[in-house]
């Protein structure tokens, strides 16, 4: 109830509403990132961690999995639950935990083989959608093909108006 109300009186929070709206894997994508690093301009270093922390315990869609997981073979604590007691501490059976544990490393590598297939179904599934949309051009000897000049090639006496194209050849 803490989170709501501080949530709801936090004006921020109002501001930026459409933001948390968003599925997890939206708000801690590289962009999301990007822009919360370029928006603390002299604080970034202080928020390093944060970010980590969120990258590393937020499920990617291209694994399945977290990053952290994926490393350490069990998902991670947060912070939360170390300071504030909580059933997953009060029950906390130390024998129980060690055989869990094992049990969880043993199914680690198992975890990284599903999470490296479906990551290669994800690279499938974009190669797909990408070749629906390109336009196949064959091109044979005598064609006239424009070639697009780099920035370092254009003449630097012809200023912003230089073409962007050479050719044809």
């Not at 989170?3 to 599925?23: L, N």
């Not at 961690?49 to 590393?56: K, T």
Request: proline share 5%; charged share 30%; glycine share 4%.
């Amino acid at each position: 109830m803490d989170c709501i109300t501080k949530v709801k009186t936090c004006d921020k929070c109002q501001k930026h509403a459409a933001i948390s709206t968003r599925p997890a894997e939206a708000l801690h994508s590289m962009e999301a990132i990007k822009k919360k690093l370029s928006n603390a301009k002299g604080e970034w270093a202080e928020l390093i961690p944060e970010v980590l922390w969120s990258y590393n315990t937020t499920i990617q869609t291209t694994t399945g999995e977290t990053p952290f997981k994926l490393v350490y073979g069990s998902e991670a604590l947060i912070p939360v639950e170390v300071g504030v007691p909580t059933l997953r501490a009060d029950l906390y059976d130390e024998q129980h935990n060690i055989n869990a544990r094992n049990a969880e490393l043993d199914l680690t590598e198992k975890n990284r083989e599903i999470a490296a297939i479906k990551q290669r179904a994800q690279k499938q599934l974009a190669e797909r959608r990408h070749n629906k949309k390109v336009v196949p051009r064959t091109f044979e000897e005598g064609d006239l093909v424009l070639r697009r000049i780099e920035e370092a090639r254009r003449p630097p006496s012809h200023g912003k108006f230089a073409a962007n194209w050479e050719g044809p050849f």
